[in-house]
């Protein structure tokens, strides 16, 4: 079997599994992962950004935000139906990420990373600062009623893991694509040598900001599916410990790998799962996680796989 | 405090917001000038400062109260205590983490953000959730005069127009700190060293400099900073295992707009920052301000990053 047939299969292998998994599970775990599959889906627009084009954000919270806020003041406000409020939610991401990627762009390296950061500081403030609207910390619910997309009501668990398998296994494949495209390959020569790239005549600029709204994008969707099939949005998902969860997940699973950002939300929900049984310190574990795989597995767990097993996972 | 200030006029409510800012940017200089001696020598921007600033209150509470005796016993104590502390725990992150991942400035941060959820969360672990108070060692309240023109200059003295000893000796005690830095830096043979080992790592090395030590001495000097900040703040606000967001956000804002690594510009901004975080609150919102605050050192990092007083590009 080929390269490209055999990462096929193995991804493909995992949208059935997860599939399949739906009929098995307890409640609890059915739940579980219904959220990590959205995370998940959080995560692969934030590895499209670090993993292929080598671009470190710390601010992916205000894309999430603006796709979970999009969506939910829409039908808090306007009384807009699911699906037209799911595509203001994924558009608002859109719009957000190619103006602070226009600005933030023209910085690099550390720069970017604080400059993001910052954007994202003033998003969260700004959620709120117009708490009349957002009811800012607090947050609101997002009734059952308001919540039946194409008369499937998602606040049911089934219709719930559904529409979560369906979310991640679309941008799953949707990036599977990608990074075999020419596109995703000149953000992969990027990621590897930037001079050498725009010495080649790619613009590299347009290529950046191309991966930044796309990962913004599918981070707003996130986003904005997150608050619709939990019912829920609050400032609490702007705040600068959801810009460093993808990122925590993305280092974990294998920056640069297709699978690696499901491993690492699936792990990463489980410990957090675990430790906070066991203390209100659960965030502890984020630290020492963070720290360990700097110190001793730069690549997470999908790199040593492509480094010691799958020398094809792409 | 609050109800007399509605009643107070314009301008004796601007010197006492004056007097209450310059309290706020003696204790931020301290804490950015902390930052920007990392960032100045080592090149890295350590996002765990905040929580050396939090180590220190916490752990100046913690000597104050194992002292015992008269509030100016255990002060002094915490005073030499908690900053010499915190520096040893920094240095010995440092040798442990930092050395390890060779000062890269992207792995840097991610490992800065773990040993920031570390420290917080064992902080919350051992101390626990509840703020606590230091005593001041002396707070006596001092009345403030405001001339009037009533047929000719006179002076009297609005109600609720003070300050306390205290604060004033917060103020005079960062002075003097600054100004031992700045000798440090410019008069010893050890400020020649980190200047050296700034200005070429490479070389300095090559003429037998061990910059590792050096490397260490300034990560623990950086902290122990941002901790004698704490200490001479904790007798006016109190210790919180969470106090560490709010000095990380300014220290960034004021070590951003001063320059990077700049020191005479760290401290000219802090005093900016500072000063017009207490009159800005007059007209404008908390919220609003750091809103506005947090967008222009973004937009300053976007499109001046020597900052706003550097003169040489960065």
Redesign the interface.
Known sequence: MSDAGKSLALHLGLLALLFALQFVLPAYHHGNLSRIMVLATYAIGYNLLFGYTGLLSLGHAMFFAAGMYGMGLTIRHLGLSPGPALLIGVLSGLALSAAVGALALRTAGVAFMIVTLMFAQAGYLIILYFGDWTRGDEGFVIQQAQRVLWGIDLSQPTARYFAAWTLFATCLILSLRLIRHPFGKTLIAIRENEDRARMLGYDTFRHKLGAVVLSGTISAAAGAAYGLLFGYAGASFATVQYSILPLLWVLLGGAGTLIGPFLGTLFTFYLIDIASGLTTAYMLVVGVVLVLITLFARQGIGGEIRARVWAWLP | MEGNVEAMEFGPYLMLASLEGAVTAAVLALTAVGLSLVFGVMRV?NVAHGEFFMLGAVLAWAVASAVGGPPALGFLAALLVAPIAVGLIAAAADMT?LK??EYD???T???T??????????T??TYG?EARPVEPPFNARLALPWITWDGGPRLYWPWGLSTTTYKLAVIGAAVAVLLGVWLLMTRTKIGLIMRATQLDREMAQAFGIPVERIYALVFGLGAGLAALGAVLIVPIQQAHYLMGGDPL?LS?IVV?IGGLGSLPGTVVAAILIGMSDGIISVFF?P??A??LA??L???V???R?QGLFGARPA
Do not use: D, H, N, S
């Not at chain 2, 040993?115 to 064992?122: D, V």
């Open positions: 921007v983490i390890r991942v400035p992207e792995r941060i991610v490992v953000i773990g040993l920031l959820y570390i420290i917080q969360q064992a919350l672990m959730p956000l960034f951003i919102t919220t609003l750091k809103i947090t967008l050192v973004a937009l990092l976007v499109f990053p």
